[in-house]
């Protein structure tokens, strides 16, 4: 089903779409290459782009274990692909949703922002809880499933098909450029 509406002041956001994380997906390249359409045609429109890392995040006790790795000094920059213009917002996050400690809602708030677009890696982390913190704070939320992935395929087709729906519209960047182009 296509998109059903464009509100008049949308947002796209980017969830860690960095050095050190694109790889760990794979079908990361791909993700970028989506991600890349949709900023471009949403700077197009003049609609925020915004553009998350994480950087640093905060340990916490779990029972995953987290991965034993040297990440390279560059890990948290963005991926050049994105072409990072200097009206795009940066945010960097310390935890896996965007909203939490960032004052991205604000910033959205004072755009007049009502929709949000979400793409990035990864789908069941970051974009996930991204999208559920949009959604609390009463955004009308667009998760773009082609331009996302997880290291899981099948945890990122779980979240899809089965969460996503009740939080969103699930679309794909065909569709959602069809939207902003018409």
């Known amino acids: 089903m ?20 694109v790889g760990m997906a794979p079908t990361g390249a791909g993700v970028v290459e989506q991600a890349a ?34 990440l390279p000094p560059d890990w948290t920059e963005l991926v ?7 009206s795009d917002i940066l945010i960097t996050k310390h935890s896996f949703g965007a909203f939490i400690g960032t004052g991205l809602d604000q910033i959205l708030r004072k755009r007049g922002v009502t929709q949000v677009f979400i793409g990035g890696i990864s789908t069941t982390i970051g974009v996930e809880s ?26 990122h087709q779980y979240s899809v098909t089965k969460i996503f729906p009740r939080l969103a519209e699930v679309e794909t960047t065909e569709n959602v450029l069809k939207k902003l182009r018409a």
Do not use: C, W
């Open 2 to 21: 296509p998109l059903t509406q464009l509100d008049e002041n949308a947002a796209l956001i980017l969830i860690d779409l960095q050095k050190g994380i």
């Open 37 to 70: 359409k949709l900023a471009t045609a949403f700077r197009e429109r003049g609609f925020p782009v915004v553009l998350v890392h994480v950087a640093d995040p905060a340990p916490k006790r779990t029972d995953a274990l987290r991965p034993n790795m040297q």
């Open 80 to 86: 050049p692909e994105l072409g990072q213009q200097p």
């Open 130 to 155: 991204t999208a559920r913190s949009a959604f609390d704070y009463g955004y009308n939320v667009v998760l773009v499933a082609d331009a996302m992935a997880d290291r899981d395929p099948e945890a």
